[in-house]
Nanobody
Framework: QVQLVESGGGLVEPGGSLRLSCAAS????????MRWYRQAPGKEREFVAR????????DYADSVKDRFTISRDNTKNTMYLRMNVLTPEDTSVYYC?????????WGKGTLVTVSS
Protein backbone atom coordinates (compact mmCIF):
# COMPACT_ATOMS: atom_id res chain seq x y z
CA GLN A 1 0.00 0.00 0.00
CA VAL A 2 1.48 3.31 -1.09
CA GLN A 3 1.75 5.90 1.66
CA LEU A 4 3.35 9.32 1.87
CA VAL A 5 3.71 11.02 5.24
CA GLU A 6 4.98 14.58 5.50
CA SER A 7 6.54 16.06 8.62
CA GLY A 8 8.73 18.95 9.72
CA GLY A 9 6.31 21.83 9.36
CA GLY A 10 5.79 24.45 12.03
CA LEU A 11 6.01 28.13 12.89
CA VAL A 12 9.12 29.97 11.77
CA GLU A 13 10.07 33.64 11.66
CA PRO A 14 10.70 35.40 8.35
CA GLY A 15 14.22 34.68 7.15
CA GLY A 16 14.28 31.36 8.93
CA SER A 17 14.68 27.81 7.65
CA LEU A 18 12.89 24.50 7.88
CA ARG A 19 13.41 21.02 6.49
CA LEU A 20 10.38 19.03 5.49
CA SER A 21 10.42 15.26 5.17
CA CYS A 22 8.24 12.92 3.15
CA ALA A 23 8.48 9.34 4.34
CA ALA A 24 7.35 6.88 1.69
CA SER A 25 6.19 3.30 2.09
CA UNK A 26 4.85 0.70 -0.30
CA UNK A 27 7.24 1.64 -3.09
CA UNK A 28 10.91 2.58 -3.51
CA UNK A 29 11.42 6.34 -3.95
CA UNK A 30 14.49 5.53 -6.02
CA UNK A 31 12.24 4.26 -8.82
CA UNK A 32 9.96 7.28 -9.21
CA UNK A 33 10.05 11.01 -9.73
CA MET A 34 8.68 12.84 -6.71
CA ARG A 35 7.33 16.31 -6.14
CA TRP A 36 6.47 18.86 -3.51
CA TYR A 37 3.38 21.02 -3.84
CA ARG A 38 1.89 23.61 -1.53
CA GLN A 39 -1.47 25.21 -0.96
CA ALA A 40 -1.90 28.54 0.77
CA PRO A 41 -5.19 29.50 2.43
CA GLY A 42 -7.74 30.46 -0.22
CA LYS A 43 -5.45 29.56 -3.10
CA GLU A 44 -5.02 26.65 -5.46
CA ARG A 45 -2.40 23.99 -4.91
CA GLU A 46 0.82 24.88 -6.70
CA PHE A 47 3.97 23.07 -7.78
CA VAL A 48 7.07 23.69 -5.68
CA ALA A 49 9.80 21.25 -6.69
CA ARG A 50 10.48 17.98 -8.47
CA UNK A 51 13.25 15.42 -8.30
CA UNK A 52 13.74 12.98 -11.15
CA UNK A 53 14.01 9.21 -10.91
CA UNK A 54 17.79 9.35 -11.07
CA UNK A 55 17.96 12.33 -8.73
CA UNK A 56 20.15 14.21 -11.17
CA UNK A 57 17.41 16.56 -12.41
CA UNK A 58 15.68 18.93 -10.03
CA ASP A 59 13.14 21.56 -11.01
CA TYR A 60 11.75 24.41 -8.96
CA ALA A 61 9.00 26.97 -9.14
CA ASP A 62 10.41 30.43 -9.82
CA SER A 63 9.11 31.63 -6.47
CA VAL A 64 11.34 29.21 -4.52
CA LYS A 65 14.34 28.84 -6.81
CA ASP A 66 17.66 29.49 -5.04
CA ARG A 67 15.94 29.23 -1.64
CA PHE A 68 14.55 25.68 -1.57
CA THR A 69 16.39 22.43 -2.21
CA ILE A 70 14.73 19.09 -2.93
CA SER A 71 16.62 15.91 -2.12
CA ARG A 72 16.11 12.24 -1.47
CA ASP A 73 17.65 9.54 0.71
CA ASN A 74 17.02 6.18 -0.92
CA THR A 75 18.30 4.29 2.14
CA LYS A 76 15.60 5.91 4.27
CA ASN A 77 13.02 5.91 1.47
CA THR A 78 12.44 9.58 2.23
CA MET A 79 12.30 12.81 0.27
CA TYR A 80 13.19 16.21 1.74
CA LEU A 81 12.62 19.88 1.09
CA ARG A 82 15.10 22.26 2.63
CA MET A 83 13.60 25.75 2.78
CA ASN A 84 15.75 28.80 3.47
CA VAL A 85 15.04 32.52 3.69
CA LEU A 86 11.38 31.88 4.32
CA THR A 87 8.86 34.67 3.82
CA PRO A 88 5.22 35.00 4.87
CA GLU A 89 4.30 34.18 1.26
CA ASP A 90 5.67 30.67 1.85
CA THR A 91 2.97 30.00 4.43
CA SER A 92 1.12 26.94 3.13
CA VAL A 93 0.33 23.32 3.66
CA TYR A 94 3.09 21.38 1.90
CA TYR A 95 2.31 18.07 0.22
CA CYS A 96 4.49 15.41 -1.33
CA UNK A 97 3.35 13.62 -4.44
CA UNK A 98 4.28 10.85 -6.80
CA UNK A 99 2.75 9.18 -9.82
CA UNK A 100 2.91 5.40 -10.01
CA UNK A 101 1.54 3.70 -13.11
CA UNK A 102 -0.71 6.64 -13.87
CA UNK A 103 -2.11 7.00 -10.37
CA UNK A 104 -1.39 10.08 -8.29
CA UNK A 105 -0.54 9.65 -4.63
CA TRP A 106 -0.55 12.44 -2.07
CA GLY A 107 0.32 12.78 1.56
CA LYS A 108 -1.92 14.60 4.03
CA GLY A 109 0.41 17.58 4.17
CA THR A 110 2.36 19.51 6.79
CA LEU A 111 1.63 23.13 7.69
CA VAL A 112 4.34 25.75 7.43
CA THR A 113 3.58 29.14 8.93
CA VAL A 114 6.02 32.00 8.44
CA SER A 115 5.25 34.82 10.84
CA SER A 116 6.89 37.09 13.36
Amino acid sequence: QVQLVESGGGLVEPGGSLRLSCAASGFPVSNYAMRWYRQAPGKEREFVARISVTGWNRDYADSVKDRFTISRDNTKNTMYLRMNVLTPEDTSVYYCNTNINGMEYWGKGTLVTVSS
